[in-house]
């Protein structure tokens, strides 16, 4: 079986600032895993995604993701904030044994954004 | 490319009853994916479609049905609305097994 954990459930930054959302992954294999972001009334986007080539992938909007094995992370991080960040954040993995590829969602980190 | 449609946006049902939800895909996708959003929770997988047939399911009960037409559009059908039903519905297509993209979803209120 396989799960994410988002440590935050809510993240409050000042516009400018580095952001940082945690994610612990538990899979069985080397998983494939993903960041989405759902803006408010808006379809969920892809920010970024790994498949065991790179560990440290880079994504849309400035974003990027570093998988780590060894502590089970995959934590998403921005140098700078901007206040269109401000949305839901949802750390997700699919099992790349899994041909159908089914998604299953971590329960999300609400971004804040101050000015 | 109008992308990923979804209908209606919002919809209020009373329990018991029953609805249906439907989903367009993205041009050129042929997959299908129905999730399940309550309020501050994550998505959870209901089923997918592909080649008009249910290929994978999710811990959902038989209350929740779909059907897939050979243009690749959807529908999503609940019967005997439970309080608990109430959420936001959301499509996801793809091509095979590629990046999934999702619509705006359907809002469901059972009262």
């Known amino acids: 079986a396989q799960s994410v954990t988002q440590l935050d459930s809510h993240v409050s930054v000042s516009e400018g600032t580095p952001v940082l959302l945690r994610c612990n992954y538990s899979?069985?294999?080397?998983?494939?895993l993903f960041w989405y972001v759902q803006h408010p009334n808006k379809g969920l986007q892809l920010l970024l995604k790994?498949?065991?080539?790179?560990?440290l992938v880079k994504g849309i909007n400035g974003f990027e993701a570093e998988f780590k094995k060894s502590e089970t992370s995959f934590h998403l991080t921005k140098p700078s904030a901007h206040m269109s960040d401000a949305a839901e954040y949802f750390c997700?993995?699919?099992?790349?044994?899994?041909?159908?590829?089914?998604?299953?969602f971590g329960a999300g980190t609400q971004v804040v954004v101050t000015p | 490319d109008a992308g990923v449609t979804q209908s209606p946006t919002h919809l209020i049902k009373t329990r018991g009853q029953q609805v249906t939800l439907r989903c367009s895909p993205k041009?050129?996708?042929?997959?299908v994916s129905w999730y399940q959003q309550a309020l501050g929770q994550g998505p959870q997988f209901i089923f997918q479609y592909y080649e008009e047939e249910e290929r994978q399911r999710g811990n959902f009960p038989d209350r929740f049905s779909g059907h897939q037409f050979p243009n690749y559009s959807s529908e999503l059908n609940v019967n005997a609305l439970l309080l608990g039903d109430s959420a936001l519905y959301l499509c996801?297509?793809?091509?095979?097994?590629?990046?999934?993209?999702f619509g705006p979803g359907t809002r469901l209120t059972v009262t």
């Open positions: 997700v993995v699919s099992d790349p044994a899994d041909s159908w590829g089914k998604l299953q």
């Open positions: 899979s069985s294999y080397s998983p494939s």
């Open positions: 041009s050129g996708h042929d997959t």
């Open positions: 790994y498949t065991s080539a790179a560990t």
């Open positions: 996801a297509s793809s091509f095979v097994s590629g990046e999934e993209y």
